[in-house]
């Protein structure tokens, strides 16, 4: 049976009758089996591989005052998450305080308030502001989660990296959003993972890593730190590092498994001894656990330029 093909920004990925209305797709079309009907008055086409935004937007689209948010907008903002909040896959959506709320399969609906400024519009979707984001993220999340969520959203390096990195939002945004919503649910969550939040951490894993180090009772690490070689030129970027004792440490994930990667590490490793710096390299099964590996290594590191314990 012969079907009228989808206006083509219908098949980038769901849509909600709403939108198809719109571009003249009669209610026939959209009932066809081609669709796959993932919630009440959205769409999807069988075999999408659409992502993000797209995947989500027939949601933000279903009226003019649903916006995505929680883990759902956090996901948008390519925010990383811990592992409680990784798993959790359902959608997000609330409308302002007064409408009704959001109620739909596999969704979690939230009645919220929104000052100006804390709704926007990204990858074709509505949805909370990343300051905004990780503030809600407080009312599901553990003090550990919200310092991995807000390193991300905060982190930024400069022009001497590799690849510059703009934050998407700043640790003075997120007080103000503290300091604006304190009646908000998880504000004690919110005001404790502030006092650790540091700007230039890239990942999960290097924020656990952090948080492991510190709690240890172990210095902390600085972050964005440069090594620079002998014709002034940045040449080894340390994850973390100690300047004081000129001590690199590297998270190696799974990314350092191939042979490229392989020989990338030990050049790297090379130019850190050759700037008169011990690397540390630090693996997933050191962070693992309730006693991880890479306390003691890397306490042992610090012992061996002359470190000790006050």
Same mark, same amino acid.
């Given at each position: 049976?012969?079907?009228?093909?989808?206006?083509?920004?219908?098949? @980038?990925?769901?849509?909600?009758? =709403?939108?198809?209305?719109? @571009? #003249?797709?009669?209610?026939? %079309?959209?009932?066809?089996?081609?669709?796959? $009907?993932?919630?009440? *008055?959205?769409?999807?086409?069988?075999g999408?591989?659409?992502?993000?935004?797209?995947?989500?937007?027939?949601?933000?689209?279903?009226?003019?005052?649903?916006?995505?948010?929680?883990?759902?907008?956090? =996901?948008?903002?390519q $925010?990383?998450?811990? /592992?409680?909040?990784?798993?959790? /896959?359902?959608?997000?959506?609330?409308?302002? @305080?007064?409408? !009704?709320?959001?109620?739909?399969?596999?969704?979690?609906?939230?009645?919220? %308030?929104?000052l100006? #400024?804390?709704?926007v519009?990204?990858? *074709?979707?509505?949805?909370?502001?990343?300051?905004?984001t990780?503030?809600?993220?407080?009312?599901?999340? !553990?003090?550990?989660d919200?310092?991995?969520a807000?390193?991300?959203?905060?982190?930024?390096?400069?022009? &001497?990296?590799?690849?510059?990195?703009?934050?998407?939002?700043?640790? !003075?945004?997120?007080?103000?959003?503290?300091?604006k919503?304190?009646?908000?649910?998880?504000?004690?969550?919110?005001?404790?993972?502030?006092?650790?939040? =540091?700007?230039?951490s890239?990942? +999960?894993p290097?924020?656990?890593?952090?948080?492991?180090?510190?709690?240890?009772?172990?210095?902390?690490?600085?972050?964005?730190?440069?090594?620079?070689?002998?014709?002034?030129?940045?040449?080894?970027?340390?994850?973390?590092?100690?300047? &004081? /004792?000129?001590?690199?440490?590297?998270?190696? *994930?799974?990314?350092?498994?191939?042979a490229e +990667?392989? +020989?990338r590490?030990?050049?790297? +490793?090379?130019?850190? #001894?050759?700037? *008169? /710096?011990?690397?540390?390299?630090?693996?997933?099964a050191?962070?693992?656990?309730?006693?991880?590996?890479?306390?003691?290594?890397?306490?042992?590191?610090?012992?061996s330029?002359?470190? %000790?314990? %006050?």
């Amino acid at each position: 049976m012969h079907r009228a093909p989808l206006p083509e920004h219908l098949t @980038a990925g769901s849509f909600s009758l =709403r939108m198809s209305d719109k @571009a #003249g797709v009669t209610r026939t %079309r959209t009932a066809a089996k081609d669709l796959a $009907t993932v919630s009440r *008055g959205v769409r999807v086409s069988l075999g999408s591989d659409a992502k993000g935004g797209a995947a989500l937007r027939a949601y933000t689209e279903l009226d003019d005052s649903s916006a995505l948010t929680h883990v759902s907008a956090a =996901r948008i903002w390519q $925010t990383a998450l811990g /592992w409680r909040l990784a798993e959790d /896959w359902r959608i997000h959506l609330a409308r302002r @305080a007064g409408f !009704s709320m959001p109620r739909r399969v596999n969704v979690v609906g939230h009645l919220l %308030r929104f000052l100006p #400024g804390e709704l926007v519009e990204y990858d *074709g979707v509505r949805l909370t502001s990343p300051a905004r984001t990780w503030l809600d993220l407080a009312a599901m999340a !553990s003090v550990d989660d919200l310092v991995i969520a807000g390193d991300s959203l905060v982190c930024a390096h400069g022009p &001497e990296f590799p690849v510059p990195r703009e934050p998407l939002c700043t640790l !003075s945004e997120l007080r103000d959003m503290v300091a604006k919503h304190a009646g908000a649910r998880g504000i004690r969550t919110a005001r404790a993972a502030l006092e650790l939040i =540091r700007v230039g951490s890239d990942s +999960q894993p290097e924020t656990t890593m952090r948080l492991a180090l510190v709690r240890a009772g172990l210095p902390e690490p600085k972050l964005n730190h440069v090594l620079w070689g002998v014709h002034v030129t940045p040449v080894v970027w340390p994850d973390a590092a100690y300047p &004081e /004792w000129r001590i690199s440490i590297q998270y190696d *994930g799974a990314g350092h498994g191939g042979a490229e +990667q392989y +020989q990338r590490d030990i050049r790297r +490793q090379s130019l850190t #001894g050759e700037c *008169g /710096w011990l690397e540390v390299r630090v693996s997933k099964a050191d962070l693992d656990g309730p006693r991880p590996a890479v306390v003691p290594k890397v306490r042992a590191a610090l012992e061996s330029r002359g470190w %000790r314990a %006050r």
